[in-house]
Each structure stands twice: as structure tokens, then as C-alpha cells.
């Protein structure tokens, strides 16, 4: 798949979930969420996942790209939700990234432990999780926090400064034009 970068997501999709792991296959991702993989459609539009949602629930988009494992959630957060991040990450790494109709959420973990959660716009000193000086020291090596742990000049603090830190940290991608206008696999998440 085409690796795009992650910042586009802001401009296409009113509200997002996407939970990345590093190094996982799209089975895999999919029962750490709670999906079970033999459910797994194959070749579905994001207009057949909306009608499919609104049927029955949440549902993912799945891929992988650039060495990481996606599911991305339109119109629910299930990867999000207590407990998903550190499931998924256990013996590699995930970070998932929200925008919904609440708050805004970045969460990196890493080997089944919360290492860094955070809201965009919260100061760096209020981010929680097991270590979050590691994640603040990987964005301001990435140019995007100052010392302070404020948001470099030039970059906001709302989900576009996110979705620029997730992806120039953690070199995430996604391959747009198969999620705006192609298909992929998806899934029912519980």
C-alpha cells in the first residue's frame, strides 16, 4: 500500500480512532482488539463500512503500511477504550490516536504497558503513563516540542499537531487513496 503520512486523515474524516502496531499482521490486530479474524470482509468501501455500522457497531478499516498494522475507526473508538492500547502493544509497540466527538487523545504504548497518554494542548508535564518523558524527548528530537514542553512555533495544538507528531516520531503512514476512494479489509470490533 502507498504510504501517505497520517496528517491528511484531519482533512477527510470528521472523527477517527486509528490504533497502529508496529511489526503485527492484520490477524493479529484484530483479536487484540476483540475482532475475531475469520470475520474479517475483504474489499469494502468506507461508504460499505458506514452502512455496515450503522447496522451493527463499530467497525475498522485494516492494513498494513510502512511496517505497522492499522485498524481505523470513523465513527467509534474501541481502540481507544480502557485497556485496548496496552492489549495491542503487548510485545511490540502502538500508538493510537482519537478524535471523536470528545476530546482529542494520543496514546503510546509499548510491550503491554501505557507509556504516554496525553490530550493535544495539555502541557507536557501533565501527560501521564509509565514513561512520558521518552515520548516528549522523541518530539522535541522531531522538532515539534520545545523544552518547555510546549508546541514548537508553527504547529498547533489541536488533532493536526497530533496527527504531525505521531507521524513524524513514529514514521506512521497511511495509504489514502485506498481509504478514501478504494477498499480494504474491515472488521466488526465488539
Known amino acids: 500500500m502507498a504510504e501517505?503520512?497520517?496528517?491528511?486523515?484531519?482533512?477527510v474524516f470528521d472523527a477517527y480512532c486509528v490504533t497502529f502496531a508496529r511489526d503485527l499482521d492484520v490477524a493479529a490486530l484484530v483479536r487484540r482488539l476483540g475482532g475475531e479474524p475469520a470475520r474479517v470482509?475483504?474489499?469494502?468501501?468506507?461508504?460499505?463500512a458506514?452502512?455496515?455500522a450503522m447496522?451493527?457497531?463499530?467497525?475498522?478499516?485494516?492494513?498494513?503500511?510502512?511496517?505497522?498494522?492499522f485498524a481505523v475507526e470513523l465513527w467509534s473508538h474501541e481502540g481507544a477504550e480502557r485497556g485496548?492500547?496496552?492489549?495491542?502493544?503487548?510485545?511490540?509497540?502502538s500508538v493510537v490516536l482519537v478524535s471523536s466527538t470528545g476530546p482529542e487523545a494520543f496514546l503510546h504504548s509499548g510491550d503491554g504497558v501505557l507509556l504516554a497518554s496525553f490530550e493535544p494542548g495539555t502541557p507536557a508535564e501533565d501527560w501521564s503513563g509509565a514513561a512520558p518523558d521518552a515520548l516528549r524527548a522523541t518530539l522535541a528530537a522531531a522538532g515539534l516540542l520545545a523544552g518547555d514542553g510546549t508546541p514548537c512555533p508553527?504547529?498547533?495544538?489541536?488533532?493536526a499537531w497530533?496527527?504531525?507528531?505521531?507521524?513524524?516520531?513514529?514514521?506512521?503512514?497511511?495509504?489514502?487513496?485506498?481509504?478514501?476512494?478504494?477498499?480494504?479489509e474491515a472488521v466488526l470490533l465488539p
Not at 457497531?57 to 505497522?68: K, Q, R
Open 154 to 159: 508553527g504547529h498547533d495544538t489541536d488533532g
Open 162 to 184: 497530533m496527527l504531525a507528531a505521531a507521524e513524524r516520531a513514529f514514521g506512521l503512514s497511511l495509504p489514502r487513496r485506498t481509504l478514501e476512494h478504494g477498499t480494504t
Open 41 to 48: 470482509r475483504r474489499d469494502v468501501s468506507v461508504g460499505e
Open 50 to 52: 458506514f452502512s455496515w
Open 84 to 93: 485496548a492500547s496496552e492489549r495491542v502493544s503487548a510485545g511490540t509497540e
Open 55 to 69: 447496522d451493527q457497531g463499530s467497525v475498522a478499516l485494516l492494513g498494513t503500511c510502512a511496517g505497522w498494522a
Open 4 to 11: 501517505d503520512g497520517i496528517q491528511w486523515i484531519a482533512e
